[in-house]
């Protein structure tokens, strides 16, 4: 079993960045792909970005792509999830999320060990 912690949410003004990061004990880390999902109130989870176990091939959901970067440190065990250019319906709660398989893919049944995420504020 892996465990999961994230950071770096907040409060932040619409178009500013933030950087989260999640770091994960319990596993060999660079044996599986890693990924980031956001939870708003009142609406499902829904699937961010994910990272394949070598960070050669990485995966985006439509909306964040040019705006959101995943990139990983298997030294360090840890994944990083930049954010630029954020609007309010970015809040939200993100959750890092470590798959079951090398690929990075978007189903959210792939992943099987999640953390407890971080709140992110975009204001307006």
């Known amino acids: 079993q892996v465990q999961l912690v994230e950071s770096g949410g907040g409060l932040v003004q619409a178009g500013g960045s933030l950087r989260l990061s999640c770091a994960a004990s319990?596993?060999?880390?660079?044996?599986?792909?890693m990924g980031w999902f956001r939870q708003a109130p009142g609406k499902e989870r829904e699937f961010v970005a994910a990272i394949s176990w070598s960070g050669g091939s990485r995966v985006y959901a439509d909306s964040m792509k040019g705006r959101y970067i995943i990139s990983r440190d298997n030294a360090k065990n840890t994944v990083y999830l930049q954010m630029n250019s954020l609007k309010p319906e970015d809040t939200a709660v993100y959750y890092c999320a470590s798959s079951k398989f090398l690929r990075a893919t978007q189903s959210i049944a792939d992943f099987g060990s999640w953390g407890q995420g971080t709140q992110v504020t975009v204001s307006s």
């Open positions: 319990g596993r060999t880390f660079s044996n599986y792909a």
